[in-house]
T-cell receptor
């Protein structure tokens, strides 16, 4: 069985500062990895995904993530955050060949003006 | 425009009432899912369907039931709502690609 750990439940950061949201996973097989964003009172929206190939993945809204197989991590980064980035971010893992997705507990990003 | 819809968005209801949460998608996806989301916790899969007349229970035990009579429609029903059912319910769909597409959610409060 796979699991996802998002150690930071809340991350406050000043506007225009860089941010990193951490995600570690465990799985006995190769995986697909995702980051989703959830704005207040909305569903989840896909930010980016890693399927294979280049370990640096670029997504929407200027976010990127790096897949590190040896550290089983998939941290999300943005060089300069905006107020509109205030939301909750979920990391998710799906083993290749399976349909079920395991989600982390989420990290609330609060951008301070 | 291809999308996934959930109604109602918010529902406050008394204990013992029967409720149905609606989910519809216009993307023609075969696979559909229901998740339960509570603050500070991971999303829990409660039901899924891989096509018409196919439904399975997910990882989290739930007293709800689902049906899949049409590809685009995947309603969730609670026969007798209880305060423990208070939660946010998210519907999602997928087809071919590994990621899932989510609806806006239904926030249910049972008094």
């Amino acid at each position: 069985a796979q699991s996802v750990t998002q150690l930071d439940s809340q991350v406050p950061v000043f506007e225009e500062a860089p941010v990193e949201l951490r995600c570690n996973y465990s799985s006995s097989v190769s995986v697909y990895l995702f980051w989703y964003v959830q704005y207040p009172n909305q569903g989840l929206q896909l930010l980016l995904k890693y399927l294979s190939g280049s370990t640096l993945v670029k997504g929407i809204n200027g976010f990127e993530a790096e897949f590190n197989k040896s550290q089983t991590s998939f941290h999300l980064r943005k060089p300069s955050v905006h107020i509109s980035d205030t939301a909750e971010y979920f990391c998710a893992v799906r083993p290749g060949g399976y349909q079920k997705v395991t989600f982390g507990t989420g990290t609330k990003l609060q951008v301070i003006p | 425009e291809a999308d996934i819809y959930q109604t109602p968005r918010y529902l406050v209801i008394g204990t013992g009432k029967k409720i149905t949460l609606e989910c519809s998608q216009t993307m023609g996806h075969d696979k559909m899912y229901w998740y339960q989301q509570d603050p500070g916790m991971e999303l829990h899969l409660i039901h899924y369907s891989y096509g018409v007349n196919s439904t399975e229970k997910g990882d989290l035990s739930s007293e709800s039931t689902v049906s899949r009579i049409r590809t685009e429609h995947f309603p969730l029903t609670l026969e007798s709502a209880r305060p423990s059912h208070t939660s946010q319910y998210l519907c999602a769909s997928s087809e071919g690609q590994p990621e899932q597409f989510f609806g806006p959610g239904t926030r249910l409060t049972v008094l």
